[in-house]
């Protein structure tokens, strides 16, 4: 028996099917729907796609880092909020991601946990 009581053949079609599925996303955007231009409405709304995406993948590393065992940590949320800050300023997103890692980086030096 393998992790969570699966055996090799169970994780093997488990891995299998999650593929295909996961295919089967991506041929029908990309395949079927490819070469058609798609409606105004549904273009307007997968602009918001990355802005609604990226919020939820980092404020988890942000309120609760691995780092620091789940607890919040004023350095993370100092970097964080630099990032928005010149983020909101410059309207650009490299000057945003570098100004959150050398607050990040920076402080981490400081305080001698680099």
């Known amino acids: 028996m393998g992790a969570l009581g699966y055996s090799s053949v169970q994780i093997w079609l488990i891995i299998v099917l ?3 599925g996961t295919f089967a996303l991506r041929f029908s ?5 490819g070469d058609r231009t798609l409606p105004p409405f549904l273009l307007r709304l997968l602009r918001y796609t ?8 980092v404020a988890p590393l942000v309120l ?3 780092a620091t065992g789940g607890e919040p ?3 993370r949320l100092a970097a964080a909020a630099a990032t928005l ?3 909101v300023a410059t309207r650009n997103v490299i000057w945003a991601i570098l100004a959150g890692a050398v607050v990040l980086v920076g402080g981490l030096g400081l305080t001698g946990q680099l």
């Open 18 to 20: 999650l593929a295909l």
């Open 29 to 33: 955007f990309l395949a079927i729907l």
């Open 50 to 57: 990355p802005v609604a995406v990226i919020p939820g993948m």
């Open 64 to 66: 609760w880092p691995a």
């Open 73 to 75: 940590d004023p350095l």
């Open 85 to 87: 800050f010149v983020g």
